[in-house]
């Protein structure tokens, strides 16, 4: 059998995954169609709406695409009523009530059994590099790219059989990909250096690529590809908010928070993440859940001091424009 390797696209242009929505059928088929390597995000999906999101994007494009998986986090006893009761007045102003904190897989074994039925060109994984699930999309003909943060994640993840490690810097968007929740975030250009001297894998560099030096840059380095999330966030394909695409140019810092997950992501400093932080708690998915409604709330109601603001350090030079156009001005 021949081994399984990343697809050979036009643009060394890799999508990022975005998960809660942001990533759309449409998004992921104009980045292919553009030449560059589109991924869907499966993450919050179950395996069925899963199936819809793969059949969408062959609709509109015959070009390669991979879908992207949550490996199941660990599963640790952590109460989270302390928080619930200090964040619950922020759910009462929007009009919700919280949501309940529980742990689950993500529906990860209903997902690996479709994408084993029904293969994709390269499926990538983050939070973990569960052997055997590497092992068994290898077999069913699919490359695996595994999300890696430290040199020690990358040498697991060779070890363990991945076709490529996505280098996930500390400047990059949303959720870290660390297996670990204590593993210090590290800036891409030291990952990337550090990496580079441990493996022959190809590799994705990720983490505030945001205009055409920044890609040329990594690409020089040493990275096969480069991958782009928020840069993407303004195009129409893309499935954010008019809220959150707005505040990408007109708020200015971000920050690495646990408020709104439970579980370290980057995204805008707003007032929910003043006001709460040093009561954050690492418990993920519990927190997610917990605060779900007062977030989607927060969204629908335009209010950015109480939404999920995910974005990288280079959130200020997104476009507002076709993805198309946004992929080939970031091309070297």
């Known amino acids: 059998m021949d081994v399984p390797s990343l697809p050979q696209t036009e643009l060394p242009i890799v999508q990022s995954p975005m998960a809660g929505g942001a990533t759309t059928p449409a998004l992921v088929a104009a980045v292919a169609g553009a030449g560059g390597l589109g991924f869907v995000a499966a993450g919050y999906l179950s395996a069925s709406q899963l199936r819809d999101q793969i059949a969408a994007v062959r609709d509109r494009t015959s070009e390669p695409f991979g879908v992207n998986l949550f ?93 490529a490690l996505l280098l996930q ?14 593993a210090s975030p590290v800036a891409l250009n030291a990952l990337l250096e550090d990496v580079k001297a441990v493996t022959d894998l190809p590799l994705v560099a990720a983490g505030g690529l945001a205009d055409r030096a920044a890609v040329r840059g990594v690409l020089s380095a040493g990275a096969t590809y480069a991958q782009v999330g928020t840069a993407l966030l303004r195009s129409p394909e893309s499935g954010a908010s008019a809220a959150h695409k707005s505040a990408l140019v007109t708020l200015g810092e971000t920050t690495i928070t646990r408020t709104f997950t439970g579980r370290r992501a980057r995204g805008l400093v707003n007032e929910f ?60």
């Open 71 to 163: 490996v199941p986090w660990r599963q640790v006893p952590v109460s989270v009523e302390g928080y619930r009761r200090q964040i619950e007045p922020e759910a009462e102003k929007l009009g919700v009530a919280l949501g309940t904190p529980r742990w689950d897989d993500d529906d990860w074994a209903g997902k690996l059994e479709l994408l084993l039925s029904d293969p994709l060109p390269v499926v990538g994984l983050t939070f973990g590099c569960p052997a055997g699930a590497v092992a068994a999309l290898r077999n069913a003909g699919s490359a695996v790219a595994v999300t890696v943060t430290t040199v020690d994640e990358a040498r697991a993840a060779a070890a363990a059989g991945a076709d």
């Open 169 to 182: 810097g500390a400047e990059a968007g949303a959720h870290r990909g660390s297996w670990t929740p204590d």
């Open 273 to 332: 993440i003043r006001a709460y932080e040093t009561d954050a708690v690492e418990a993920y998915p519990q927190v997610h859940h917990l605060t779900r409604p007062l977030r989607a709330a927060a969204a629908e109601a335009g209010d950015t001091g109480r939404m999920a603001l995910w974005a990288g350090t280079g959130h200020a030079t997104a476009q507002d424009a076709p993805a198309t156009e946004i992929i080939h001005a970031l091309t070297p």
